[in-house]
């Protein structure tokens, strides 16, 4: 993922509005999706949708879907736009990680972090609600 790059912030405004549509086309009209992680591993643990009865939705309802991309060539990398159609619950799931690495970039290395997205889909509100975990020491000396 490319949160952190240009383009990955223009693929998350593209995709804020696609998403948008996407869920009012199945007359969602509110998506909680929560993730957790550490250790280098991080997941969603949890998508919840309101209606409840619209859940199956996001596993049959495709939208396209705008990927940052990158790749190295010549000594550089590029980064590029690369549209692709996809399962609304796929989107959701890339959406809340590609968000959250443009502002926590490796947050389910170490101690990891976790977080929930919410989005209200008549008030157009998308909210990001982020926690790092982090080890805290405290250090002593003596001497006698």
């Not at 948008?20 to 969602?28: E, K, Q, T, Y």
């Not at 992680?37 to 939705?57: A, F, R, W």
Request: aromatic share 14%; with cysteine; hydrophobic share 35%.
């Amino acid at each position: 993922m490319f949160g952190y790059s240009p383009q990955g912030y223009e693929a998350l405004s593209t995709n804020r509005q696609r998403l948008l549509d996407a869920l009012n086309a199945v007359a969602i009209t509110e998506v909680t999706v929560r993730y957790v992680g550490g250790g280098d591993e991080g997941d969603v643990s949890e998508v919840i949708v309101q209606p409840e009865s619209s859940l199956p939705h996001l596993n049959t309802q495709r939208l396209v879907y705008c990927y940052a991309r990158g790749e190295y060539r010549e000594g550089a990398c590029y980064y590029f736009l690369e549209d692709k159609e996809v399962l609304l619950d796929d989107a959701l799931r890339d959406f809340v990680f590609t968000w959250v690495d443009s502002h926590h970039s490796g947050w389910e290395i170490n101690e990891g972090g976790s977080g929930v997205m919410t989005i209200h889909v008549a008030e157009d509100d998308f909210l990001l609600e982020h926690s790092d975990y982090y080890t805290e020491s405290l250090d002593f000396a003596y001497s006698l």
